[in-house]
Every structure is written in structure tokens, then in C-alpha cells.
């Protein structure tokens, strides 16, 4: 049986998944993280504090993916994709989990400028949203390219020894374009070059301030 959600639920719903995005180890995944069974090699504390920061990106990275999907929740239509749309949000949140644990193992923490990626990426999402399905689903899918580099450039430089990293990072890189399929064949707008330069620009912003801190 379903039940229409009022304006209060929503609120609630949403205010409940700030926090569990926001608060470390609040997030609860839905799939066992792909490390699991995985050992690593002896790695040195340099190897161990690059591992560090890299997979603190990652995670701010699945920060900025949670604000987008709430922010777009928000403000777009989206009717059909509704269920899709809370699918990949649902894996965003097992990726969120798996890098969060991660960092615990590693001895890192994750980034203290994750409240304002999030609030910037709702932001965001919420005007894409608001423009339009064709826009938003397209937001989704430049996103998820971006993602989708990035992991393959941190699958590069992940230190050798950390292979319990690399299942993690190799299991989301699979996801994520799964997710841009899906945003490109629901309809959603190919950008053009200019919009894609300038998110490149926002996400080196975000890899170069995350690494450190
Ligand atoms: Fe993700
Ligand atoms: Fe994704």
C-alpha cells in the first residue's frame, strides 16, 4: 500500500538524508562493499597517505552525487524515472559507504569541506531541475563522465598495495556508467563543450582543496 508523502514527510526525508550523507559512518549501504575478502599488500606511509587522499575524493565525490539527486528530487519532474533516479541514488549511497569505511581502514578522515560541496551540488541540481528533464537527466550524465575519469585516472595511481581501494573503485566506475546510460538514454541533453570545461574547472577546485584537507 502506498501512501502520498505530505510537504512535512518530504522534509523530514530530506533533512534525514543530509545527515546520514553529511555524518561520518551514518550512511548505511545496500550491497556489501566489493573489498570484502580482499587482503592488500604492505604498503609504505607515503603510499598509505596518497591512498588517503585519493579515496577522500572519491567520497566528497559521492557527497556531491547525493546533493545532485536530492537537489533535482526537489525541482524536477522526472515522473517516469522517478524509480531509476532513486535506484541510483540508493547505489551513490552504497559508493558513499565503501569509501567511508575505507578511510576509517586507512586511518583518514573524510573532507571537512564536504558541507559545501554538498550545499553547492544541490544547489546546482535544483536549478537543473528546474530548467527542465531534458537538462537535469543531462546534468546527471556530464556528471557521471566526469566521475567515470576520474576513477580511471585514480585506478591508475592507486599504490599497488591497496587493492582493497581498487575493488571499491572498480565496482564504481561499473555503476556510474550505468548511470550515465541511463541519464543519456532517458533524454537527457548532451552538453556542450563550454558547460563540460567549466565543470572540470569546478571539479579540480574540489580534487586539489579534498586531497589535503
Ligand atoms: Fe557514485
Ligand atoms: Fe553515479
Request: glycine content about 8%.
Amino acid at each position: 500500500m502506498t501512501r502520498q508523502l505530505s510537504r512535512a514527510d518530504r522534509l523530514i526525508h530530506q533533512f534525514d538524508t543530509v545527515l546520514r550523507t553529511l555524518v561520518p559512518h551514518a550512511a548505511q549501504p545496500s550491497r556489501p562493499s566489493p573489498a570484502t575478502d580482499i587482503v592488500d599488500e604492505p604498503m609504505n606511509e607515503a603510499e598509505r597517505e596518497h591512498a588517503v587522499g585519493l579515496m577522500r575524493i572519491n567520497h566528497t565525490g559521492e557527497v556531491c552525487a547525493q546533493a545532485l539527486y536530492q537537489g533535482q528530487g526537489l525541482t524536477a519532474k522526472l515522473a517516469d524515472m522517478r524509480e531509476q533516479m532513486e535506484q541510483a541514488a540508493q547505489e551513490e549511497i552504497d559508493h558513499l559507504a565503501w569509501c567511508d569505511a575505507r578511510l576509517q581502514e586507512l586511518h583518514g578522515h573524510t573532507s571537512v569541506l564536504n558541507p559545501v560541496f554538498y550545499a553547492a551540488s544541490f544547489g546546482l541540481g535544483a536549478v537543473a531541475g528546474a530548467v527542465g528533464d531534458r537538462v537535469s537527466l543531462g546534468f546527471v550524465a556530464a556528471t557521471e563522465e566526469q566521475v567515470g575519469k576520474h576513477l580511471d585516472d585514480h585506478l591508475r595511481q592507486m599504490p599497488a598495495g591497496d587493492r582493497r581501494s581498487r575493488k571499491i573503485l572498480e565496482q564504481m566506475r561499473e555503476d556510474e556508467a550505468h548511470h550515465e546510460r541511463w541519464a543519456l538514454e532517458a533524454g537527457g541533453a548532451r552538453f556542450p563543450l563550454p558547460v563540460k570545461l567549466g565543470m572540470r574547472l569546478m571539479s579540480k577546485v574540489m580534487t586539489k582543496s579534498v586531497y589535503r584537507i
